[in-house]
């Protein structure tokens, strides 16, 4: 049974840090290609950060520069730094995985950046 569990939701003050975490089970992980995306209310889903198997990243335009991806494949656990935090990043936060037309997602974890 494949799990994504994500962790390190919470309420933020804009300009400030938090960071999340996607621990998983029922993988091979490092054959994966992890990402975190998000939805706002009222939003689609959208893709925040992706970080292939091999190491590379690659985010999206409204994140780069204040958000990390990474992996650590012997904990099967991909993570997201966030900093210099805005309101307009509040949003379910989801991890995801794929490797060919396998896809896992987990539940996600909400992220409220208000004063």
């Known amino acids: 049974q494949v799990q994504l569990v994500e962790s390190g939701g919470g309420l933020v003050q804009p300009g400030g840090s938090l960071g999340l975490s996607c621990s998983a089970s029922g993988i091979i992980f490092g054959l994966y290609a992890m990402a975190w995306y998000r939805q706002a209310p009222g939003k689609q889903r959208e893709l925040v950060a992706t970080?292939?198997?091999?190491?590379?990243?690659n985010y999206a335009g409204s994140v780069k520069g204040r958000f990390t991806i990474s992996r650590d494949n012997a904990k099967n656990t991909v993570y997201l730094q966030m900093s210099s935090l805005k309101p307009e990043d509040t949003a379910v936060y989801y991890c995801n995985a794929v490797l060919g037309n396998l896809y896992y997602w987990g539940r996600g974890t909400q992220i409220t950046v208000s004063s």
């Open positions: 970080i292939t198997s091999g190491g590379s990243t």
